[in-house]
C-alpha cells in the first residue's frame, strides 16, 4: 500500500509562515497529481490546494497566502503557509490523484495521508 507521509505540522502562531511536507512512497510521482485537503473542528473536510504537471490550483481562502510546490526527486510535496490565521486550524490531509485531478472532488484522490494537525493561535 503506498503511503503519504506528512510532516511539519504544530503550533504558529497568527501572522506566522509553517510549511508542511508530505514524502510519498507512490510509483511514478511525477505524472501524479498531488494535493492538500483540511478539515477545521466542526466543519467538513474542504479542498485547499493541488499541483500537477499543469499547475496550481487554490481554494479561495488560502490564495494568495499559501503556496504548494512539488520536489519530484524526493517524491515529496510541499504547502507553504504564510500569513496564518487562526481560521487555518484543521487537520491537513496529502492527497494524490492518479489521473492528474486538481480539483476539489474528493473522490477522485485515490491516495490519502493519515492527516496532521496544524494548530494558529490568535
Known amino acids: 500500500q503506498a503511503q503519504l507521509v506528512e510532516s511539519g505540522g504544530g503550533l504558529a502562531q497568527a501572522g506566522a509562515s509553517l510549511r508542511i511536507s508530505c514524502e510519498t512512497s507512490?510509483?511514478?510521482?511525477?505524472?501524479?497529481?498531488m494535493g492538500w485537503f483540511r478539515q477545521a473542528p466542526g466543519k467538513e473536510r474542504e479542498f485547499t490546494a493541488a499541483i500537477s504537471w499543469a499547475g496550481t490550483y487554490y481554494a479561495d481562502s488560502v490564495k494568495g497566502r499559501f503556496t504548494i510546490s512539488r520536489n519530484n526527486a524526493k517524491n515529496t510535496v510541499y504547502l507553504q503557509m504564510n500569513y496564518l490565521e487562526p481560521g487555518d486550524t484543521a487537520v491537513y490531509f496529502c492527497?494524490?490523484?492518479?489521473?492528474?485531478?486538481?480539483?476539489?472532488?474528493?473522490?477522485?484522490?485515490?491516495?490519502w495521508g493519515q492527516g496532521m494537525q496544524v494548530t494558529v493561535s490568535s
Open positions: 492527497v494524490a490523484s492518479s489521473l492528474s485531478y486538481t480539483g476539489p472532488n474528493e473522490a477522485n484522490y485515490d491516495y
Open positions: 507512490l510509483p511514478s510521482f511525477k505524472t501524479k497529481a
